[in-house]
Each structure stands twice: as structure tokens, then as C-alpha cells.
């Protein structure tokens, strides 16, 4: 049997680590600046978090969870997304009562979906998200947004638009829900199967379809903006003023309703607009949702968050040509020139690293030429050799590979003077 990854996974091999690695460190540094604090919670929960949490409804609940039976009957689910945990964690920990309110916070890794792979789809995909609990504020909405839009920004995407929405409240909701159901029911007929539930259970889901996206009636469906009460369209009003105030651009599309059905007012999307970025084009999705904690059986505790999607961030950033500024250099490589040094090449190397600086040494018994190739394709910076000439006398050769330039230095000297060429423990 020939052993390969499950459809819909990805391995990650060391070149691409180092663009993720820039990437999560750029998006946490970012996290850090708004006060954000990192949670990181299972990757596998009890089902029913993500039934209740994510709604009975949704694709993702019906058809995309990868759910098991444990050795204990226990039935557990993979994550499929990391709002459910996060809310589920805020209750069992009581961060409720934490002084520090609203309680915010960051997640970084897998989530799971069992849904048909294609490029920027996948069966086992990253996603860094956020969460705020605590608070209603319409400016902890704008900031939400903000961030995530600073996040594109801030690695240099261009071609990305913003579209928000509101969903209103429970109220607001209930009023649409009817009118989406007078709407549709005499279409019933040329819907599809899915629809024809969505249309029982919930109506909402219905604009979301992908089958019938261009069904005349979807054009001509009541709008959620028409719906919204006094309360809903303040906050909605407010959340554009603050976006306004920051200069956010954005567009407003009242059928983003959303795969998940824990939203409430706000809800939002950043989408790649480069030409030819194909069909999985939202690099972000995100809102409020107000219900969650209190439907897990919580205090009540308003909620709002967004989760991007790792690879799709990375698709965009391949389609719109950019080239992050990865360092990927060794300060030093120690070249060694006979078998005698070997153990001092091995020690020095030791010591270096000791220093903090980036290094390294032969292991395949290259010839002084080819350890010399290995350096240069490593990119070092500079090139420590030694000899048994070298050894007799206490010294080592420091080559720098930029110029060209070769000095003989005392052993003892050489961590001083690398220290003050490459700028000590912080170089780079
Ligand atoms: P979501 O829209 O389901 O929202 O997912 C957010 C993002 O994850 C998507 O915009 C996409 O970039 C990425 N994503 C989703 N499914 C896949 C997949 N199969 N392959 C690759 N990327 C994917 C949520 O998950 C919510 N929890 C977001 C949220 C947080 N709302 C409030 N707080």
C-alpha cells in the first residue's frame, strides 16, 4: 500500500514554515498592539458544542464535522471552527469574572471540515481568529474589523475589499425570518432539496445557498436592513461611523448572512478581488454573537470575533506577487580543514550558538571547497575556519562572504568581534 496524507491535508515542509512563521508572528505582533491575549483550547470537543454552538442547520454541523465515538461512547468532534471552544472555555474557566472586561483574545491552528477539497478548501485548514466577550459596544465591532483589515494591510495585500452586514437582533430576526418565509414558500417548488428545510428550519440559510444563488427569487428576497429595529439600526449606524472615523472602506451587502448560525448584528467579510484568486475568495469571515454564551448556558455575555483563513491568506499573497522580507540567513558557518579540528569545529560551533548566534557545520564530510558552496547556499554571513595551522597558534580565520574579506583573529577574540559585526545577541 503506497502511504500518503488523507485528501484535504497538507504537509508543511520547512520553506513554508518560515512564510507561516512570519506570517502568525505578524498577525499575533498586530493581536498584541489592540491587547489581545493568545487562548489555545482542544482541538476536539464534546459534538454537541459545535451542534449547539454552530447551529443544527448549518452545512458545517450537518455534513462537514468529522465526528467519532471515543473508546469511553463519548461522541467527540473534531473543531470545524474555534468560536464554539472559545465560548465554551470562557464559561467552564468563568472568565466572566476577570476585571479585565471585555475579555480578548487570539487563536492560531487546525480546524476541520469534511467538505469537497479544491484549492483553498481543505479538509484539515488553519485559521487565526479573534474573540471579544463582554461587551456591546459598536466600537469593539470597529475595532474587530479594523484589526482585520490591518492584518491584509499589514503584509502588503492591495487587492481585498470589506463587505459588512447587519443581522440585527433576536427581535429584528424574527420579523425577517417571516417575511423570508412568505417570500420564498410560493417558490418552493424550484428550490433545492436543502432549501426546502432551510425554508422550515431556518429561512436565513436559504440566501446562503450555493445551488440557488441565481434562483430569480433570491434577487427580489426581503432585505434584513429593512427589518432591523430602532436598537439594531443604531448599533449597525454606529459601527459604520467608527469604520467611517478610521477611515475603513467597506461595502454594505444585505445578503451576507454567513455560514453559521450564532450571528447577530454584525457580520462581515474580506474578500480577495485580484483577478483569477478563484472561487474560495473570502479570506475572512467574522461577526457578533450575542446568544452564544447564554445558549451554552452562560451569563449573558455579548460576543464578537473573526477567524481567517491561513492558506487562502497565503493563496492571496501568491496571486497578488508579494515578497515577505524573510530572513533566512546563517550568521556563521564554521568550515573545518582536516580531521584533526573536527572536535574543535564541534566545540566552537557549540560556543557560538551559545552566544546566540545562527549557525552551522559540515556533517557529510564535504571537502573544504564544497563546505565552502554549503555556506554560500545557506546564505552565512560570515565563514569561521580552522586549520591545524590555525589550531597551533590560537587563532581561526574569519572570512565575511559579502566582501570577501579575510582576517585572522585570536580564539579567544573571535565572539567579541562577531558580536560587534553582526550586533550581539539581537543581530539581524
Ligand atoms: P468561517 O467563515 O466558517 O467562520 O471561516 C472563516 C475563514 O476560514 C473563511 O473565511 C476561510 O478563509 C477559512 N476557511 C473556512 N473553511 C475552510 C476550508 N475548508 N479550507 C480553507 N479555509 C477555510 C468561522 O469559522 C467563524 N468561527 C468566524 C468567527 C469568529 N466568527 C466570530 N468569531
Known amino acids: 500500500m503506497k502511504i500518503e496524507s488523507p485528501r484535504g491535508t497538507d504537509d508543511l515542509l520547512p520553506k513554508e514554515t518560515r512564510v507561516w512563521q512570519y506570517i502568525e508572528n505578524t498577525i499575533r505582533e498586530l493581536c498584541e498592539t489592540y491587547n489581545y491575549r493568545e487562548i489555545r483550547t482542544p482541538i476536539f470537543e464534546h459534538t454537541e458544542v459545535f451542534q449547539r454552538g454552530v447551529g443544527e442547520t448549518t452545512d458545517i454541523v450537518q455534513k462537514e464535522m468529522y465526528t467519532f465515538f471515543d473508546k469511553g461512547g463519548r461522541s467527540i468532534t473534531l473543531r470545524p471552527e474555534g468560536t464554539a471552544g472559545v465560548a465554551r472555555a470562557f464559561i467552564q474557566n468563568k472568565l466572566y469574572g476577570d476585571v479585565n472586561q471585555p475579555v480578548k483574545v487570539y487563536y492560531n491552528g487546525p480546524m476541520f471540515r469534511y467538505e469537497r477539497q479544491q484549492e483553498g478548501r481543505r479538509r484539515q485548514f488553519h485559521q487565526f481568529g479573534v474573540e471579544v466577550l463582554g461587551s456591546e459596544d459598536p466600537a469593539v465591532d470597529a475595532e474587530v474589523i479594523a484589526l482585520a483589515v ?26 425577517h425570518r417571516e417575511a423570508l418565509i412568505k417570500h420564498f414558500t410560493p417558490y418552493k417548488g424550484e428550490l433545492c432539496s436543502d432549501c426546502k428545510t432551510r425554508l422550515e428550519q431556518n429561512p436565513l440559510r436559504v440566501l446562503d445557498c450555493k445551488v440557488d444563488m441565481d434562483h430569480p427569487a433570491m434577487k427580489t428576497a426581503p432585505s434584513i436592513l429593512d427589518y432591523l429595529n430602532e436598537s439594531s439600526k443604531q448599533h449597525f449606524e454606529k459601527v459604520k461611523q467608527y469604520l467611517d472615523a478610521m477611515g475603513i472602506e467597506y461595502e454594505v451587502d444585505p445578503n451576507l448572512v454567513r455560514g453559521l448560525d450564532y450571528y447577530y448584528h454584525t457580520t462581515f467579510e474580506i474578500m480577495s478581488v485580484q483577478e483569477g484568486f478563484g472561487a474560495q ?8 454573537y450575542d446568544g452564544l454564551i447564554e445558549q451554552f448556558g452562560g451569563p449573558r455575555t455579548p460576543g464578537v470575533g473573526f477567524a481567517l483563513g491561513m492558506e487562502r491568506l497565503l493563496l ?5 506577487n508579494i515578497e515577505l522580507p524573510i530572513r533566512d ?11 584533526d579540528v573536527i572536535t574543535d569545529a564541534v566545540r566552537l560551533v557549540y560556543d557560538l550558538r551559545n552566544e546566540g548566534f545562527i549557525v552551522d557545520k559540515d556533517y557529510q564530510n564535504r571537502s573544504v571547497k564544497a563546505q565552502f558552496k554549503a555556506a554560500n547556499r545557506l546564505d552565512a554571513k560570515y ?19 559579502e566582501d570577501r574579506e579575510e582576517i585572522e583573529v585570536g580564539k579567544d577574540d573571535l565572539i567579541d568581534i562577531l558580536h560587534d559585526k553582526l550586533g550581539g545577541k539581537e543581530n539581524g
Open 150 to 175: 490591518s492584518i491584509y494591510k499589514r503584509l502588503g495585500l492591495k487587492k481585498t475589499k470589506l463587505v459588512i452586514n447587519s443581522l440585527g437582533d433576536p427581535e429584528s430576526r424574527k420579523e
Open 281 to 288: 475568495a473570502t479570506l475572512l469571515g467574522g461577526g457578533r
Open 316 to 320: 492571496a499573497l501568491e496571486h497578488e
Open 329 to 339: 540567513a546563517l550568521d556563521v558557518y564554521v568550515v573545518a580543514i582536516g580531521d
Open 383 to 401: 565563514v569561521v575556519i580552522i586549520g591545524e595551522d590555525e589550531k597551533e597558534k590560537g587563532t581561526v580565520k574569519l572570512r565575511s562572504m
